[in-house]
């Protein structure tokens, strides 16, 4: 199983990037990425998928290099309600969700 | 259209006690699974259903057993229950197993166990 290595937590001001980068060394050839947010007593919400190179949306930006073994999450002009837990998880398309482990997350506090 | 819902939001048992949880999952989605998040904790997977059969399971004890109806719902039992058992239970859909995509979960607000 393809685990992941994230830093616990993380600090911003309102209107800054941030970027969470997250290791996933032995991820498999059929494994996507996919990163969640969390808010207090809410369940887990998709912000971002991706298999190799730069995929972006309207709320994020994910960057894989070649070898794959890590992705950056990028959150441009990040403001107050940006505050939450980021999962990055590692798991094969077809949905096989047992393989898909989440960490502890990132805790981003978002300052004024 | 309607997300994931889950009932009861809340609800507070006894140890020894059984408790149901549903879940409705978000419309055209046909697989549900089921995870436990212990507070300061990410959350961890029990199982999963599809076409009303257990396909995966975590590692959690036979006391957490689960159902999936005709029409795609599902509920978590948990029996016998412990202290430990305190937590949020998030209910997830998804596309059907081997579709493209089927890995993007849709979360719903979860239920809310305490165990005294």
């Known amino acids: 199983l393809a685990k992941t290595t994230q830093p616990i937590s993380m600090d911003s001001y309102e209107g800054q990037e941030v970027n969470i980068t997250c290791s996933h060394n032995n991820i498999a050839t059929n494994d996507y990425i996919t990163w969640y947010q969390q808010f207090p007593s809410q369940g887990p919400r998709f912000i971002i998928q991706g298999y190799k190179t730069k995929v972006t949306n309207e709320v994020a930006s994910l960057f894989i290099p070649a070898d794959r073994k890590s992705s950056t999450l990028s959150l441009p002009r990040v403001s107050l309600s940006d505050t939450a837990v980021y999962y990055c998880l590692v798991g094969d398309y077809g949905g096989s969700q047992g393989n898909l482990i989440f960490g502890k997350g990132t805790k981003l506090s978002v300052k004024p | 259209d309607a997300g994931v819902t889950q009932s009861p939001t809340h609800l507070i048992k006894t140890r020894g006690q059984q408790v149901t949880l549903r879940c409705s999952p978000k419309?055209?989605?046909?697989?549900v699974s089921w995870y436990q998040q212990a507070l300061g904790q990410g959350p961890q997977f029990i199982f999963q259903y599809y076409e009303e059969e257990e396909r995966q399971r975590g590692n959690f004890p036979d006391r957490f057993s689960g159902h999936q109806f005709p029409n795609y719902s599902s509920e978590l039992n948990v029996n016998a229950l412990l202290l430990g058992d305190s937590a949020l239970y998030l209910c997830a859909s998804s596309l059907a197993l081997g579709q493209s995509g089927a890995n993007v979960l849709t979360f719903g607000a979860g239920s809310r166990l305490t165990v005294l």
């Open positions: 419309s055209g989605h046909d697989t």
